[in-house]
């Protein structure tokens, strides 16, 4: 069964450096998205994409954040500088379409621990 | 903002109880998810509710949304520890997912 995959599963990291995240979404999906989960609390939305730019983004998603689809398979959320209350889980999904109801699939997740 | 609820935050019951998770908001979506989430791993789909007054079963799990498209439940007969994790309730916005606090659920043997 296709399934989303994310790598690294732990990324440490100090804080001020820059990191990538990197998913490989579902193959015959168009639309991406990105979610955090601070420990403890609710997946929150970052942000979402299409035909190769930004549909929505939430507060979270400020100037340090960026995501890019590289090439046909990847997709990628940059964090440009760490600050420490970016540890988090972070989630890639993806699904085929936007329609009524359309699911979306969730990758394993990127622990990035900020320190 | 829309807002999800979830009531109970946390349940602890013995295998073989039924037990009903709720999943309440004051705004109308158009369609409704459910998720699983096991610690370190990312949500897993269980139902995709759409129309108002659904309801849909997987296995001993039933799932209903509301009338109005503005609530949901998650009633599951016969728990066994198997069950045991936390349930997400999410609603459609356009192009992003609104989740819901979750509800731990524990059942013990």
């Known amino acids: 069964e296709p399934e989303v995959t994310q790598t690294p599963s732990h990324q440490v990291t100090q804080m001020g450096q820059e990191v990538i995240l990197r998913c490989v979404p579902i193959s015959n999906h168009l639309y991406f998205y990105w979610y955090r989960q601070i420990l403890g609390q609710k997946v929150e939305f970052l942000v979402s994409?299409?035909?190769?730019?930004?549909?929505?983004k939430s507060e979270i998603f400020d100037d340090q954040f960026s995501v890019e689809r590289p090439d046909g398979s990847n997709f990628t959320l940059k964090i440009r500088s760490t600050k420490l209350e970016d540890s988090a889980m972070y989630f890639c999904?993806?699904?085929?379409?936007?329609?009524?109801?359309?699911?979306?699939?969730f990758g394993p997740g990127t622990r990035l621990t900020v320190l | 903002t829309q807002l999800l609820e979830q009531s109970p935050q946390f349940l602890s019951i013995q295998e073989g109880e039924n037990l009903t998770v709720y999943c309440n908001s004051s705004?109308?979506?158009?369609?409704l998810q459910w998720y699983r989430q096991e610690p370190g791993e990312g949500p897993v789909l269980l139902v995709t509710?759409?129309?108002?007054?659904e309801v849909k079963k997987l296995k001993r799990l039933t799932f209903q949304f509301g009338d109005a498209r503005k609530d949901s439940s998650l009633h599951i007969t016969a728990a066994q520890p198997g069950d045991t994790g936390l349930y997400l309730c999410a609603g459609d916005n356009t192009d992003k997912l609104i989740f819901g606090t979750g509800t731990r659920l524990q059942v013990f043997p």
């Open positions: 999904a993806s699904s085929e379409a936007w329609v009524l109801g359309d699911t979306q699939y």
């Open positions: 705004s109308v979506f158009s369609s």
């Open positions: 509710v759409v129309t108002g007054g």
């Open positions: 994409f299409y035909n190769n730019e930004i549909s929505e």
